[in-house]
């Protein structure tokens, strides 16, 4: 049944990346690695330079004969040319995008040293307003005073604090560029300070790691608001979009999808509502990284309920069925924002190995095959997909016969009947057990009288005995039994009590 469902199965070699370098692949690359797409856009790019300096060289041509056969005479004269102006133009854009991130890294010969010799300094930004709207924040200022101490140890520490600072505050006036330009100046400030700690620390790349997980979270932490779903893009859109798509198949089975999980098993179900809180908090983490941690533990819940489900090891073909199921569920809230925010500005090392990588890249493939999900993909002809879309059938519901389960008014009319059998049983029940309950009171009633008669003949057969005479005494009245001597039945022979005796005076 498996191999019917090729939209789903997904081999291994298709996470890698298309160039076959053996790192994972983003469908928002193209299916290429963080490295490679940034090669083959650097490529693109001069290639259009290219085409930019030769057609700038045929205008300047044309332009010349042109200016050549009109103005004869001023030909000796001086004059800068149009191409001179684009050429200077062109090599100040070149020279500024080849400084824009290297100069971060070379100290400042015009820095006045501090007073106060503190190593690190917080309070100095380029922007008073700027400053103080993210000082406000809490979340950025403890990013920063975690940043600080974890920097404290570290030769170069301040140098690395500084740099961070620099470019987290250079951003912040360019909110106005592309998500692809703000993407690409992070992804160098990453590139190019890892080349500095990696020659620093002589090719510790733990320490390396451990070093770039820090300025990532200080500096996505501070500059979230202005590069998460930015205006410029249409995250928001898609969001919308995904999101409805998920809504319209909320009819989807698991048995539809095959996934190898059975929800009635409690530790399995625990194991699913676990997993769908996990990709559900994606949304409210600002970090990359932890972001990829929601991810990570929750496809470690999926493994650990196909595990149980089927009492052995998961394979990678049961995982994504599996994912795709739980994000149904789920409907996790900017969902492709979240995606596009973890690929823009996240560290490449992260997104290209490990198990980081791994699961978020089977995201991406869940998510595309939602996108694209069809009958085929179901095992359902086109009209019953169709059906089930538009809300006119339901998989649960029971399926008409003939040319009536075309009909739009069918699955309302099965429903109805179903309904009116489902009262009819119910009406049957309770009358069935409303006879039971009068035969009960019925049967309560004779016991109570059998009861009665047996000890109206029990008393009748033996009567109670007669009283003895009351002791009289010497004055004449009759004295009552001692409550003593009536209830100790068991010392008849002692003598009788005393009685008191009247003395004449």
């Known amino acids: 049944m498996m191999s019917q469902r090729r939209g789903i199965h997904l081999d291994q070699s298709e996470l890698l990346c298309k160039k076959g370098c053996g790192f994972y692949g983003n469908t928002a690359w193209q299916g290429l690695c963080s490295k490679c797409w ?62 824009t991130v290297t100069k971060f890294f070379i100290p400042s010969t015009k820095t006045p040293p501090k007073k106060d010799g503190a190593p690190f300094d917080t309070q100095s930004s380029p922007s008073p307003s700027s400053s ?22 570290l030769k170069s520490g301040r140098e690395i604090f500084k740099q961070c600072r620099a470019f987290t505050e250079s951003m912040v006036y360019k909110r106005d560029m592309g998500a692809d330009e703000l993407s690409e100046c992070v992804q160098d400030f990453y590139q190019n300070l890892s080349e500095r700690l990696q020659t620093q620390f002589k090719g510790s790349s733990d320490h390396v790691e451990s070093v770039m997980d820090e300025v990532e979270k200080y500096m996505m932490t501070r500059l979230y608001k202005e590069v998460f779903c930015p205006e410029t893009t249409d995250d928001e859109k898609k969001d919308l979009a995904i999101q409805k798509r998920i809504r319209a198949l909320h009819w989807v089975t698991i048995e539809m999808l095959c996934v190898p999980v059975d929800e009635e098993i409690p530790e399995v179900s625990d194991s699913v509502v676990k997993a769908i809180t996990d990709v559900i908090e994606m949304d409210s983490k600002r970090v990359p990284k932890d972001k990829l941690a929601c991810i990570t533990r929750c496809s470690k819940h999926i493994f650990n309920a196909i595990k149980v489900s089927k009492k052995e090891a998961a394979s990678a073909d049961d995982f994504l069925p599996t994912l795709i199921y739980i994000v149904l569920k789920a409907n996790p809230p900017r969902l492709q924002s979240n995606i596009q925010y973890i690929t823009r500005f996240c560290n490449p090392s992260r997104l290209m190995t490990g198990e980081d990588g791994y699961y978020f890249t089977n995201l991406c493939c869940a998510v595309a095959f939602i996108e694209k999900l069809d009958g085929q993909s179901l095992n359902l002809s086109s009209e019953e997909f169709e059906l089930y879309m538009s809300g006119q059938a339901s998989p649960h519901w029971p399926q008409a016969s003939g040319a009536s389960s075309c009909s739009p ?33 019925s049967d309560l009633i004779d016991w109570t009288d059998e009861v009665e008669q047996k000890v109206q003949s029990v008393l009748e057969s033996f009567p109670p005995e007669t009283q003895n005479p009351t002791a009289t005494t010497a004055s004449g009245t009759s004295a009552a039994p001692s409550a003593i001597d009536s209830d100790n039945v068991e010392n008849e022979l002692l003598p009788p009590p005393l009685q008191p005796q009247v003395f004449a005076g």
């Open 38 to 99: 940034r090669e083959e856009n650097q490529r693109e790019k001069q290639k259009q330079i290219q085409e930019d300096w030769a057609l700038a060289e045929r205008l300047q041509r044309e332009e010349e004969e042109a200016y050549a056969s009109r103005h004869q005479k001023a030909q000796s004269q001086p004059t800068i040319t149009p191409f001179s102006k684009f050429e200077e133009r062109k090599t100040k854009e070149k020279s500024s995008k080849v400084n």
């Open 132 to 153: 103080s709207s993210r000082q406000s924040c809490v979340d950025s200022d403890h990013a920063t005073r975690e940043f600080i101490d974890f920097l404290k140890p």
């Open 409 to 441: 008014g069918s699955a309302a009319l099965s429903q109805v009947h179903k309904r009116l059998d489902m009262l009819t049983g119910l009406g049957e029940r309770q009358e069935r057990v409303m006879e039971k309950a009068r035969q009960l009171e």
